[in-house]
């Protein structure tokens, strides 16, 4: 009789082992590195806000005034303590004066931090966004570094503060990744001060609408391609380099969407024609289709748009899914040939402006003034 056999084990071959116990030490690793993250920004907060209570509230506070971060990092060199100096300092206070709620008493009672007290905060229960409740502190606690929420402090205005909260929970973003979504001005090209519906949403229920309108930016900043103070040679060599970047394409794009192909053909009449790229969005739940301008748009762009989406939406789009958007991605474009070469038009065709470098805020605050008075303009031309 033969011997039953085993079900195997992650310790019953050499190459299991090593792969079990390797995924069980970067496991463990990177647990430690949340709750060292989770700690360090409860301590640098907790050192934020006794600050700004004592700086209210202290018996002898007059006698340092402005001085007063200077006088703790001396005295903390005086003491041996390392890691805090005065910058490190001003670094906890913005952090604790951004987020008054961030720690709480059963924040505190779970996590080993010596002295688990809170001041008596003055500005503690402050909070015009409702949805930023404790459990939304609590994934910025749990979910984003020390670093994170510094660079996020710096942002003066609490609804745009709030935006990029949102999307840097929702996109996962690194640090690094959210200093040059912050330096390409993502809350203007985003489209939230053109759609009042997604400022709602965001003001509302800490999330921006998924709608066409406010996913497409305007302009998309094509800095990672590397042709600073050039423009392509083609339309061939733009959509070679973005293939070339795919991921950093798709990070500008935003979130939810999934690459298709490139020279996408579309046959009728026995004619081929071909999209430049074609993506597929999972949150809109349809088609993308980006054709690349490498100059001006032109009104006959938009026909030659909406003859790929009819035929996307008829011959590949799925039953359930909704219909496909286009983007006309161009160098630059006049507002007013837009809206009338779009008038009428079936289907959801967006025009965006590249840019291959970082713009200065001025660029980008002028072009986004150009948009708003624009569409003010044909609002009053509706209206007589």
């Not at 059963?106 to 905060?121: A, I, K, M, R």
């Not at 040059?180 to 229920?205: C, F, I, K, M």
């Amino acid at each position: 009789m033969s011997k039953p056999s085993h079900p195997a084990t992650p310790w019953s071959r050499f190459d299991d082992l090593v792969a079990g116990l390797a995924r069980l030490h970067e496991h463990a690793r990177q647990s430690a590195a949340r709750s060292v993250d989770q700690i360090i920004t409860t301590r640098s907060w907790l050192i934020g806000a006794w600050i700004v209570a004592y700086e209210q509230q202290g018996a002898d506070r007059a006698r340092y005034g402005e001085r007063l971060l200077e006088s703790l990092a001396d005295a903390f060199r005086d003491r041996g303590v390392t890691g805090l100096s005065q910058s490190n300092l001003k670094n906890c206070r913005q952090v604790a004066i951004a987020w008054p709620r961030l720690v709480n008493r059963q924040t505190l009672s779970g996590e080993s931090v010596p002295t688990p007290e809170l001041p008596d905060f003055p500005d503690r229960g402050r909070e015009t966004l409702t949805w930023r409740d404790d459990a939304w502190m609590l994934r910025l606690r749990s979910e984003l570094s020390f670093s994170h929420l510094l660079e996020l402090s710096r942002i003066d205005d609490p609804l745009q503060r709030a935006f990029y909260e949102v999307e840097t929970l929702k996109q996962r973003w690194s640090l690094r990744e959210l200093k040059r979504q912050r330096q390409s001005l993502l809350y203007e090209r985003a489209g939230l001060s053109r759609d009042p519906s997604s400022v709602v949403a965001l003001t509302q229920n800490g999330r921006v609408a998924e709608v066409p309108a406010t996913t497409i930016r305007d302009p998309y900043v094509l800095e990672f391609l590397g042709l600073e103070g050039r423009a392509p040679a083609n339309e061939s060599e733009l959509e070679a380099a973005l293939i070339e970047h795919l991921e950093h394409f798709l990070l500008e794009l935003g979130r939810d969407f999934c690459f298709m192909g490139r020279q996408y053909r579309i046959t009728v009449g026995g004619r081929h024609h071909f999209v430049d790229l074609l993506f597929y969005h999972r949150r809109l739940r349809c088609l993308v289709a980006i054709d690349l301008k490498l100059g001006a748009f032109g009104y006959e762009d938009a026909g030659q748009m909406n003859f790929y989406l009819n035929y996307l939406r008829e011959n590949v789009s799925l039953p359930d899914e909704n219909p496909p958007v286009g983007i006309l991605l161009c160098s630059e474009k006049d507002v007013a040939e837009v809206r009338y070469a779009m008038g009428g038009l079936d289907q959801q065709v967006f025009v965006s402006r590249y840019m291959v470098a970082l713009p200065t805020e001025e660029q980008l605050r002028r072009w986004l003034l150009e948009e708003q008075e624009a569409l003010a303009r044909a609002g009053a031309g509706a209206e007589v």
